[in-house]
């Protein structure tokens, strides 16, 4: 095996709750606002010929429970997803190598810095990256273009094991949640989180956003089993731990070499080209109004009118693409409406 080659686990899954909505015109093209969702749903990595991401029907019925519906002003059900998902199963003991963390700020779709709170490594004029402190006015200012980045891996025990699944997120509570979720069970186990069935759930609470008031969501990380019964799974652990000590201690530090060489990645290591998501920055249309693409709503003009939308109910696969030709042989190669608002002719990424 090539030296300095560490393993990067594949992506299956991601678990979204939210995506993109309506579509806008901008003087620099066509854009689409971001919505949260009022329930979960597990996606594969492929995209539709809309570029959404495809919904695995399948796996998030089986997989999830309390269906929330979701009503339009006449009360009709236009959708409708679990706000439980699980259970789920967590890869290391360590937390940090559950889920990372940073926080990140991006120029377009590359990441122009990123930091943990103390200092930050951030790409200056001459394509460099240089040390500098962290947080700065970039996250603490009046319309701050960094945030804070988790992104949480798991296994679903109960499906075929071809990678793991991942949720994204740029929400304080999600990412404080998840984090107090394992330490809660690891305060229980002495450190273990490995065997353990999780469940993922997603909350509702109202919070001040720029002085109004607004429903936010969040994902929390809960296990459903008694202390006692955690008691009595670790005690059969213990038995079998000294046989798989070793390859647990050798699978945890190959993740965190992972996380060293991410660091240094000027392009998103995640390789996820919907930053827009993430990191929606204002937009002008072409009646001059400027629409905060976050939350649809107007900062400067008059306001833009649009129609009632339409709730798709299916999605179009991507046709296949046309295969390569043959080569030539070488010599010896993270606000939420108060209603459902269309997310485009494809239905939810």
């Known amino acids: 095996m090539i030296q300095g080659i560490s393993m990067q ?7 979204k709750i939210g995506g993109k909505g309506q579509e806008r015109q901008g003087k620099r093209g066509a854009f689409r606002l971001p919505v949260k969702w009022p329930f979960m749903k597990i996606c594969r990595n492929e995209r539709d010929e809309d570029g959404n991401f495809i919904i695995d029907e399948d796996l998030t019925e089986s997989m999830g429970s309390e269906i929330f519906e979701w009503k339009d002003s006449s009360g009709k059900v236009c959708a409708s997803g679990p706000r439980v ?28 810095c990123r930091g943990n709170g103390v200092t ?10 240089a040390e500098v402190q962290c947080p700065c006015k970039k996250l603490t200012g009046k319309n701050p273009t960094c945030k804070p980045n988790g992104i949480f891996s798991f296994l679903f025990p109960d499906a075929p094991l071809q990678g793991v699944a991942k949720f994204r997120t740029t929400s304080y509570n999600s990412i404080r949640s998840i984090a107090g979720g394992m330490e809660l069970v ?10 353990i069935p999780f469940f993922l759930r997603l909350n509702e609470t ?37 046989a798989h000590l070793v390859e647990i201690e050798y699978a945890e530090t190959e993740a965190r070499k992972q996380i060293a060489m991410d660091a240094d990645i000027i392009v998103d290591a995640d390789g996820d080209p919907d ?20 939350t649809g709503e107007l900062v400067e003009s008059a306001p833009v009118e649009t129609k009632e939308p339409k709730f798709p109910l299916k999605q179009k696969k991507a046709p296949d693409p046309e295969p390569d030709p043959e080569p030539e042989p070488e010599p010896e190669e993270d606000e939420s409406p108060s209603e459902p608002i269309d997310i485009g002719k494809g239905g939810f990424i």
């Open 85 to 112: 998902i699980g259970p789920i199963a967590l890869l290391y003991n360590d937390p940090d190598l559950n889920m990372f963390t940073a926080y990140r700020c991006y120029a377009g779709r590359t990441c122009a």
């Open 275 to 294: 930053v827009d998501e993430y990191y929606p920055q204002y937009e002008e249309t072409e009646s001059g109004a400027i629409v905060d693409k976050a």
């Open 120 to 129: 930050a490594k951030q790409l200056n004029d001459n394509g460099e990256w």
């Open 9 to 15: 686990l594949p992506e299956r899954f991601k678990i």
């Open 186 to 195: 690891r305060s229980l186990t002495r450190g273990r989180l490995i065997g």
């Open 206 to 242: 109202q919070a001040q956003v720029q002085g109004k008031v607004q429903t936010i969501y969040y994902l929390s990380l809960e296990c459903n089993d008694t202390m006692s019964g955690i008691w009595g799974k670790m005690i059969e652990y213990t038995k079998n731990e000294a």
